[in-house]
């Protein structure tokens, strides 16, 4: 049996801090035991990407102990952040780098450098290291996500809720959204946003002040993280999901959504248009706006909601 080292955040598991790269990681380490190999964890605390001292020290910890020629899959978020910890062990190990989010730094550079693979969860993601660093192609490949099969989804009775799955910080642009919801408020609708609120404390507080002064603290509901039966459930009350991301590298939660039937309005950005895709017949099951454009993101709202046939909610 093929053994192979897992390197992984130690927030892995956390509830209070879902993530879709930590998803990712869960799925890879079961898909790999499933498919017959020793898969051996080992979560590393620490604030990943911006560990401390002891966070590094307990990283290297690790890595000196594996054995000489050990095949080490490492989250992107670890190995990206520390190439001196990382490119002394790539000499003895076989360092494989999974790539979630690039950190696009100099560090990072050096980190990729010194693997023997990077893993990468879109094709947009391999083009952009790509362009960036001096990397061999073949040995940067994908392993998109993918998305477990669910029911179709009833929504809500009366076609007007709204649901934002995401971390709130701002790259995943949640004060975008409130702008364009502000813009649209005489149009009937509630929003759901469902995710960690401790990644970025002041930008939730400052979100709050936003939504409180623009007359929406009743209407767009931070819900916090929600995992399993409570997310599904999430997904269950939905009539579209929105996502006004600045950054995104794939966009797990819209395949999610596009599972349970649930159409999606998203940003045009990163590998979010490759995890959307195309139905059959070429068309969007969903639609894209430019980033960062609150105007463009509430005419789409605007349209979702009183264009022929979503006066009342869309039809699935």
Not at 4 to 32: E, F, I, K
Not at 67 to 91: H, I, K, N, R, Y
Not at 125 to 148: K, N, S
Not at 199 to 222: K, Y
Request: aromatic share 4%; net charge negative; hydrophobic share 45%.
């Amino acid at each position: 049996m093929t053994v192979v080292h897992v390197v992984l955040p130690g927030d892995v598991d956390d509830p209070a801090t879902p993530s879709g790269g930590n998803h990712y990681d869960r799925r890879v380490c079961r898909g790999l035991a499933a498919a017959g190999w020793d898969v051996r964890e080992h979560p590393v605390p620490g604030a990943w990407p911006h560990p401390g001292p002891a966070d590094r020290s307990a990283l290297a910890g690790v890595l000196a102990a594996l054995p000489d020629g050990a095949l080490v899959l490492v989250d992107g978020l670890v190995a990206s952040a520390v190439p001196e910890v990382l490119t002394p062990q790539a000499g003895r190990l076989r360092p494989v780098v999974l790539v979630h989010m690039p950190l696009e730094t100099a560090a990072e550079g050096r980190a990729l450098a010194a693997a023997v693979g990077v893993v990468t969860t879109s094709e947009w993601t391999r083009r952009r290291l790509l362009g960036r660093y001096a990397l061999d192609a073949e040995r940067v490949r994908v392993a998109a996500p993918g998305v477990d099969p669910a029911p179709p989804t009833a929504g809500s009775t009366d076609g007007t809720r709204l649901l934002c799955v995401a971390a709130v910080t701002p790259h995943k642009g949640h004060d975008v959204l409130a702008t364009a919801l502000a813009a649209v408020a005489q149009l009937p609708w509630t929003c759901d946003c469902v995710g960690a609120l401790t990644r970025d404390p002041e930008f939730v507080d400052r979100l709050r002040g936003r939504l409180a002064g623009s007359g929406l603290g009743d209407r767009v509901r931070l819900r916090g993280p929600r995992i399993g039966a409570e997310l599904d459930a999430a997904y269950a009350e939905a009539d579209l999901l929105v996502l006004a991301s600045r950054a995104e590298t794939y966009g797990m939660v819209v395949t999610e959504a596009l599972a349970r039937g649930v159409p999606v309005l998203g940003s045009e950005v990163g590998g979010l248009p490759e995890a959307l895709g195309h139905a059959p017949d070429g068309s969007r099951p969903g639609l894209l706006v430019p980033p960062d454009d609150p105007a463009a993101l509430a005419g789409a709202l605007r349209r979702w909601r009183t264009a022929s046939g979503c006066a009342t909610g869309c039809d699935r």
